[in-house]
């Protein structure tokens, strides 16, 4: 059974960095395409970057250049580094699968909170 464990969320002030990781059972992190997913209040949940199974990274505009998905370090972990957050970043963010035909049941999520 997939599950999906987000951590690393913080509050944290305008230009500074956090790291989240996800902790993904159930082996499908290395042979699907992963992604980072974020939900701010009031507003519907958005894609913020996507790994392909060879590692090819992609981002949404509002986080290119700021943020770096990467599979690792730890096994089993999808890691979001990210940096420059600014106050529109605050969000609760989680993890999946990148297409929609093989999404697994949402995780909590990590609250990210980003004063200006």
């Known amino acids: 059974q997939v599950q999906l464990v987000e951590s690393g969320g913080g509050f944290v002030q305008a230009g500074g960095s956090l790291r989240l990781s996800c902790l993904v059972s159930?082996?499908?992190?290395?042979?699907?395409?992963m992604g980072w997913f974020r939900q701010a209040p009031g507003k519907a949940r958005e894609w913020v970057a996507h790994i392909s199974p060879t590692g090819t990274p992609d981002y949404s505009m509002p986080v290119k250049g700021r943020f770096t998905i990467s599979r690792g370090p730890a096994v089993n972990t999808l890691t979001l580094q990210m940096n420059a957050l600014k106050a529109e970043d605050t969000a609760v963010y989680f993890c999946?699968?990148?297409?929609?035909?093989?999404?697994?049941?949402w995780g909590p999520g990590t609250q990210v909170t980003v004063s200006s």
């Open positions: 159930g082996g499908i992190l290395s042979t699907y395409d």
């Open positions: 999946n699968t990148w297409r929609q035909g093989d999404r697994v049941p």
